[in-house]
């Protein structure tokens, strides 16, 4: 850690308790440590939907044409009669209409077997994985944030990313660029009204108070100005649109109709992060995943029918992801445990519709979980550089092969 770091760290850690802001001094560190790099501008969005918890990828995208699928999941199992089927060997959960009407039209790639080279089935580390693309190393930078310092946005353009939800995601942790964290229109600071006088009074130039002085206060209050500007222009840049469909009412479809309400202003928005979850389901899994999943197609169906009637449909690429699968074999309380690979969602985006990859076998296991063949930074990759036109080695440390579904 550079020493700036350390003593910003310790100045701030004064004050730091008054504010109602999620590591708005993380950030102002990581920024004081920047260094610009140059980059290719993207026109096109992406929109990450992380399935948070751990999807089970068996009763998602069921493979109904196995005897091996039923005999492993003898009561939580997706009746053939159910099964949405895309082939004669696979289909889709019955909750996921939504999502089969979207492949129907071609608009969804299924990808199989996907995950990372040596598992790790801790909840924390493997999210941290996907969302920093480095499964051997820890890395203070999401790879999506490492995308935006690349790629030479407007500096004055407040929601070049931008989270829907409580926290700012490790996926859009970047030395350089500040993206907004909101969970409605509304947006700004949460806490009470004294830590948001007591924030305001020291990050507004009432530092004289204090018995410390920083030579990155002003940077620190930079930050937490583009917070508050970011949560005071967001009313007004989705006030006038109007959503041609009625989402669901659901906080994840109201993340999504927020979503496109971005997209549709035109401000400048590459990459939207919005999480559905918890999907850890040791217990009782068909009741929560189904409707989990009930939410996911539904919402995603609205958002891009929605997206259509606003001729924006092609220019937004949504990806899943989830920490990792679960156990091929249920368990004794009628769910599943960790497991690791699992199919990944690109749609909408211009995609070209289809299923890629075998599904793995429910036979040749890895100490009862599947293997997977897909790492998940080609995905990445292929993301970066067909769709975000940026050049995924300087995003993700290394090269990796280039997928087909774009």
């Given amino acids: 850690m550079s020493s700036r770091r350390q003593f910003i760290r310790q100045s701030v850690g004064a004050f730091a308790g008054f504010l109602a802001i999620d590591s708005i001094f993380a950030r102002a560190a990581r920024a004081a440590d920047a260094v610009t790099t140059p980059g290719s501008a993207a026109t096109r969005v992406l929109l990450v939907v992380n399935l948070q918890g751990g999807n089970d990828g068996l009763n998602t995208v069921v493979p109904y044409g196995d005897p091996a699928y039923y005999a492993a999941r003898p009561t939580i199992n997706v009746a053939t009669g159910e099964v949405l089927r895309l082939d004669s060997h696979i289909g889709l959960n019955p909750k996921l209409a939504g999502l089969k009407a979207l492949f129907d039209q071609q608009r969804v790639a299924i990808l199989q077997g996907v ?45 070049k990313g931008l989270a829907i939800g409580p926290i700012l995601p490790k996926m859009l942790v970047a030395q350089k660029t500040d993206v907004p964290t909101v969970e409605n229109v509304r947006g700004g600071f949460r806490g009470s009204r004294e830590e948001q006088a007591s924030a305001d ?31 005071a222009e967001l009313p007004h840049l989705v006030a006038g649109y109007k959503p041609a469909v009625e989402y669901p009412k659901t906080p994840f479809a109201q993340g999504l109709n927020l979503a496109a309400a971005v997209v549709a202003s035109g401000v400048g928005t590459k990459v939207i992060y919005i999480s559905l979850g918890s999907f850890d389901t040791h217990v009782a899994q068909r009741g929560r995943q ?101 050049p995924a080695p300087r995003v993700l440390g290394g090269s990796f092969p280039m997928l087909s579904f774009v």
Avoid: C
């Fill in 290 to 390: 189904d409707q989990l999943l009930a939410q996911f197609g539904d919402g995603i169906k609205a958002f891009y029918d929605d997206l259509a009637a606003h001729k924006l449909d092609d220019a937004i690429l949504t990806m899943t992801f989830s920490e990792f699968g679960r156990r091929v074999d249920e368990n004794a309380n009628r769910g599943t445990d960790h497991g690791t690979a699992a199919p990944m969602f690109l749609i909408g985006g211009g995609v070209k519709g289809g299923v890629y990859g075998d599904h793995p076998s429910l036979t040749d296991l890895d100490f009862g979980n599947l293997k997977w063949h897909t790492d998940f930074r080609s995905v990445y990759a292929t993301v970066l550089e067909r769709w975000l036109g940026a």
């Fill in 115 to 159: 995950h990372y080279p040596n598992p790790n089935l801790s909840h924390f580390r493997s999210t941290e994985i996907w969302q920093t693309a480095a499964p051997e190393t820890i890395l203070e930078t999401g790879w999506a944030g490492r995308y935006l310092d690349a790629a030479n946005l407007p500096a004055n353009n407040l929601f």
């Fill in 201 to 231: 009074r020291i990050l507004n130039g009432a530092a004289a108070a204090y018995p410390f002085q920083s030579p990155y206060l002003q940077l620190v209050q930079e930050v937490e100005r583009d917070a508050n500007a970011s949560a």
